[in-house]
């Protein structure tokens, strides 16, 4: 297995989520139980687990926040940080951002973000690429679940507050998992999304929208 695209395509099915219906996307299912999958068949071939072939709860809520707030997000040069399936930027653009940059370090994501994106009719530019550090001048960030293991959190939050601290919009979508950083967030919205216990431990979230604030900024209303 060495096409991801087509990797994708065989090992998914297209399903629109729950608190996300304008969406559709190649997703795991029961069926083919791709996250047990991946011990057995791709770590053997040195892949990590698909990420990408479920729409995490974080990204989910960011999603829905974008889609019911189109003017946080139109005509905006926006970045999906760790895409994974894409979601998050797709939902950027269905809700009229002007550009969306999507970036994950797994090449399996990218190719799912570039798939999921035609299916629904939208343009993407997705790369794979460490971005944590830089910046591209994106007026808006989004960062949908990142917040789930200790190393990648470290380097992840001073970036963000850097961004913030520039200007720029940054969103975190996130269930309030235990490395969610507790500076300098401002809670946006709060949605409860189904998901499933391949990936969780139950099977409904609470995912929240954060905004990362300004730490110079104080009277901002939201
Ligand atoms: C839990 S998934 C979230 C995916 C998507 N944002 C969502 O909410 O459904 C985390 C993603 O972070 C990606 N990732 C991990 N380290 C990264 C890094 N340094 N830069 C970009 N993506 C990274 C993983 O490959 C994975 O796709």
Redesign the pocket.
Same mark, same amino acid.
């Given at each position: 297995m060495h096409d991801p695209e087509a990797f994708i395509r065989a090992n998914t099915v297209i399903a629109a989520l729950p608190s996300v219906p304008e969406i559709r996307l190649h997703l795991a299912d029961e069926v083919t139980d791709l996250w047990n999958k991946t011990e057995t068949d791709l770590e053997s071939l040195g892949l990590?687990p698909p990420?990408?072939a479920? =729409?995490?709860v !974080? !990204?989910?809520g %960011?999603a829905r926040y974008l889609l019911d707030h189109p003017a946080r997000i139109a005509g905006h040069k926006v970045l999906?940080? &760790?895409?994974?399936?894409g979601? *998050?930027g797709i939902a950027a653009m269905k809700a009229g951002a002007l550009r969306v940059d999507a970036?994950? %370090? +797994?090449p399996f =994501?990218i190719a799912a973000t570039m798939l999921n994106a035609a299916l629904n009719g939208v343009t993407i530019h997705a790369t794979r690429? +460490?971005? %944590?550090g830089t910046d591209q001048g994106w007026d808006i960030i989004l &960062? !949908? +679940? *990142?917040f789930?293991?200790r190393d990648?959190v470290a380097? *992840?939050t001073p970036w963000l507050a850097a961004l913030a601290a520039r200007g720029a919009l940054v969103l975190i !979508?996130d269930p309030r998992r235990s490395f969610l950083p507790s500076v300098h967030l401002t809670e946006l919205a709060a949605y409860e999304i189904a998901t499933t216990r391949a990936i969780e431990d139950s099977d409904t979230k609470r995912s929240f929208v954060f905004r990362v604030d300004n730490p110079e900024i104080s009277a901002d209303p939201g």
């Open positions: 990590p990420f990408w479920f =729409a995490w !974080g !990204g989910q %960011i999906d940080f &760790a895409c994974g399936s979601l *998050v970036v994950d %370090i +797994d =994501a690429e +460490d971005v %944590i &960062a !949908g +679940d *990142v789930y293991e990648m380097r *992840v !979508g």
